[in-house]
């Protein structure tokens, strides 16, 4: 079978431009007058940048023209000449006659290029709006004075002395000259609108099919009853979690509230990241709605910033205490948990938030039996339990917990710092160090560390000052305030006593 070449022409020929205008010419010399005429096309192809070609559709001198853009790619023009019977039978559709000729082969189709375009100019910006100033009276004046050059005209213009030419005349109008551009955007947008998949026509209204999702938290207080169950509000959106599980967000929330009850059934009492970790990617963002039907969690105490499970007390038997949750502030520490992380150990709680005494884990905030370390493992297997549960130390004695922090502090600072720990102040932390059961439970650490651990969805605001009451401060004296501060941080109170010069804001005089 022998191979066809197409035929061979020769590209000696004139080199052209060309214009894109953008609409149906029917009378070429009107359309090459729409561009300024043969003139303003000439000077257009010889300098572009000096001459720009622009389209102006009427006589108005006040009309924004449409400027053109120069297109530099070379293309070939070339005529093709067919039977005219054949274009009109197909309506003058040229590609659908160049199908039938081929496919018949009966009549000869001649291709033969005629010029090279190597100069496109195209109108692809928007026509601005135009404002007509046919009818104002200073227009036309000005029209056949400055703009016609004529000399008698100009020296009779004229302008009145109480010319106001801001406000309209009493047509409505104003006899101003328009802005250069009224839009400061030439070319069109789009803004790919969409309708929200989410509103849906109801009774001839729009409304929201999927409204925003709302956390129903069981937020406790340290002196409040546990609950046993999740709250109503969180019954009736898990009814419509289960209606509407064929929505992929509720299904996911369904499949990571089996996952946390079965967590649950394993360990009473989670730290939000470890639960987390046990989780699938895809299940991770929407959890946190699941949480509030099996648990609940207190806004301070030693279960701080855990989720407990729903009818268990851990303030009614010392079996919780291993539960209990310490946090601590290390500066420098930046070591976060990776995006997307699934823990290595079914069930469980992962490696790298185990505190071993040899690396630093990737956060500091631990349950105790989280905190593996030989010697703090050794602290607490000789620690004094209480009778009933305390609010700052749980079920350990002060003194056993102040020893706790001390030396996990010096423990994590010189993970930190990379220096080697001194035994004698290891033996100290654990062994020697005595303090009162007020110091102990003023531990700086103790109460607000490690907010970086702290629930998204949570809000617990100051609802710790209320136990105590609060003070005016605008109101009171240096010695109120001081008394106050006593019953929160008694440390802080006495530094800030011994400041020699303290000033309130309000004693601060103001200068002109």
Request: glycine share 4%; charged share 25%.
């Amino acid at each position: 079978m022998s191979k066809q070449y197409a035929k061979e022409h020769s590209l000696d020929i004139p080199h052209v431009s060309c214009i894109e205008f953008p609409l149906k010419v029917q009378n070429v010399d009107k359309a090459i007058g729409l561009v300024g005429g043969e003139s303003a096309i000439i000077k257009a192809c010889q300098d572009d940048s000096s001459h720009p070609l622009e389209l102006r559709f009427t006589n108005n001198i006040y009309e924004h023209p449409v400027n053109a853009k120069v297109n530099t790619h070379e293309q070939i023009l070339i005529k093709i000449s067919l039977p005219k019977s054949v274009l009109k039978a197909n309506a003058g559709n040229v590609q659908r006659s160049l199908q039938q000729l081929h496919s018949v082969h009966s009549k000869p189709i001649h291709i033969t290029p005629v010029a090279i375009i190597n100069k496109t100019f195209r109108f692809r910006e928007m026509s601005d709006f135009q404002y007509q100033m046919s009818n104002s009276p200073f227009a036309q004046k000005v029209n056949k004075s400055i703009h016609s050059l004529n000399y008698t005209e100009i020296c009779s213009l004229g302008l009145d002395e109480d010319l106001k030419p801001w406000a309209p005349n009493e047509n409505g109008l104003y006899d101003l000259p328009p802005p250069p551009r009224f839009s400061s955007i030439p070319l069109p947008f789009n803004y790919h609108y969409k309708k929200n998949a989410a509103t849906v026509l109801k009774e001839g209204k729009l409304t929201t099919r999927n409204k925003h999702l709302k956390l129903n938290s069981s937020i406790i207080k340290w002196e409040d009853q546990p609950p046993t169950g999740p709250s109503e509000e969180s019954k009736q959106q898990l009814e419509f979690f289960q209606s509407h599980s064929d929505n992929l967000v509720y299904k996911d929330v369904l499949d990571a509230l089996e996952i946390i009850r079965k967590l649950f059934e394993i360990r009473p009492i989670w730290i939000r990241k470890h639960l987390e970790a046990n989780l699938p990617v895809h299940l991770k963002t929407c959890f946190k709605y699941a949480l509030p039907q099996v648990s609940y969690t207190y806004t301070k105490g030693p279960w701080r910033q855990t989720y407990i499970r729903f009818g268990v007390d851990p303030k009614s038997s010392a079996e919780f205490s291993r539960y209990q949750t310490e946090g601590f502030r290390v500066p420098g520490f930046n070591k976060t948990v990776p995006k997307g992380f699934v823990s290595e150990v079914p069930n469980g709680v992962s490696k790298i938030f185990k505190f071993t005494g040899v690396e630093l884990p990737h956060s500091l905030h631990f349950q105790l039996e989280d905190i593996v370390d030989e010697q703090v493992c050794l602290l607490l297997s000789h620690a004094k339990l209480r009778t009933e549960c305390d609010f700052h130390d749980g079920w350990y004695d002060s003194t056993t917990m102040a020893r706790l922090r001390k030396l996990m502090r010096y423990k994590l600072r010189c993970l930190m710092d990379g220096t080697t720990m001194d035994p004698e102040k290891v033996d100290y932390f654990i062994n020697k160090l005595e303090v009162t059961e007020r110091e102990g439970d003023a531990d700086e650490d103790h109460d607000d560390a490690d907010d970086d651990d702290q629930c998204d969805d949570l809000h617990l605001g100051d609802e710790e000052g209320e136990e105590d009451g609060e003070i005016d401060v605008g109101e009171s004296n240096f010695e109120d305030i001081i008394n106050y501060l006593e019953k929160h941080n008694p440390r802080g109170a006495s530094e800030i006593a011994h400041l020699t010069c303290l000033l309130r804001q309000g004693n601060i005089p103001e200068f002109s």
